[in-house]
């Protein structure tokens, strides 16, 4: 698997940043084919996931999964958190030339100094499903968050419907928003606009630089009883860093 993963690393590492409405990238069949099945072969039960405030999506993390786990399910649970952390650092080295955009909006001119030696919480991934309506209005995600992604993941026993929404990018009339606080309605309308619609397609990753202009969200459509699955990783400042460099407004 070590392999795979260097392939995974350095398919990342090639893959063009596209910095329309803001830095992102996308890569198809993320996952080497074995892995990939492997996750529908010992994909949790509903009773197994935790219910969000993400229209009703259930969560676990994959430590999690790896810890209540034995034999060859325990051994898929730990090489999938190996694959999603070493697959979130080469995300995060992928999107670095960018960080300014994050930052200096949030910190200032002396971003830089003021994060260095700050630390990252990057070393484990969540999984989630979901179903019925989705519809998750434009926003960023909290300051915390330096990079995020996701992988979908098509449910093969319960196929969703077209159209095949994944996430809209939208474009910013100017206006930056610095938390996951909700954005009135009316700001919303008036200054953000959809750009790129990045669609669903099993195995594929999305990932983001998350600064004050990285407005994105789900448009309004109904999966009816039907699954979709994602596979989530992404770099947090750790608790330490975070206190030292975000006024309190944002932590």
Known sequence: MN??????????ARTRIQVRPFPHIVIDDLLPLRLRRQVDQYWPNASRLASSNFFRRGELLVSSLAQTSDGDEQTFWRTLRAVS?????AVRARLQRHFADKFRPLIGPGWRRALNGGGYLDNDAMLADYSGVVDLVPHVDHARVVVNGFVYLDDPDQPTPDPRRGTMLYHSNGFAWPSNK???KAIRDRFLREAVDIGWRDNRLLAYLNGPWSFHGVPRHDLGTA????????????QETM??????ELQ
Do not use: K
């Open 3 to 12: 392999e795979a993963v260097i392939e995974i690393e350095q398919r990342i």
């Open 85 to 89: 952390v070493r697959s979130n650092r």
């Open 182 to 184: 909700v954005i009135p």
């Open 227 to 238: 699954r979709r699955r994602l596979l989530m990783f992404g770099s947090l400042l750790d």
């Open 243 to 248: 206190v030292q460099v975000y006024d309190t």
